[in-house]
């Protein structure tokens, strides 16, 4: 999951702090807690200061402290996509394949008004020739 910090609901959230806060309220001391989820006590305390750990652990410290920890790391990634989905979606700059289209559609009405001025020329060279 990479080192930088979990967000939910728009506050940073340390997925360590958050498992130390569960297992201080768990009633589980952080021996017994360590023993449940196969890790030493030295390792757990190494497991409270990380902000993010391995998805397999997770999972297993979730389903022993009864708290979907794995919903918050899906809470960021839905927040920052829906972010990503409005920035997109309010971002009026042409993509190159928009761009090509209106090149194209430009192009077509210079050449219309090109053989319209011809058009005119014509007409106003055959006025002046009659006259």
């Known amino acids: 999951m990479g080192n930088s910090s979990i967000k939910s609901k728009g506050k940073k959230v340390h997925i360590g702090e958050m498992i130390k806060e569960k297992v201080n309220t768990s009633g589980f001391t952080v021996t017994e ?16 200061n990380k902000q993010s750990i391995d998805t397999e652990l997770l999972v297993r410290i979730s389903l022993l402290l009864k708290e979907n920890f794995v919903k918050y790391i899906f809470q960021y990634i839905e ?21 090509k289209k209106l ?26 020739i009659n006259d």
């Not at 023993?35 to 030295?42: N, V």
């Open 33 to 48: 807690f360590a023993e449940k989820i196969g890790l030493s006590r030295p390792a757990v305390y190494q497991l409270f």
């Open 79 to 99: 927040e920052n996509l829906q972010k990503e989905k409005e920035s997109k979606e309010l971002d009026t700059t042409p993509c190159p394949q928009d761009a």
């Open 103 to 128: 090149f194209t559609k430009v192009e077509l009405i210079h050449q219309d008004l090109v053989h319209i001025k011809n058009i005119l020329v014509e007409i106003k060279e055959s006025k002046m």
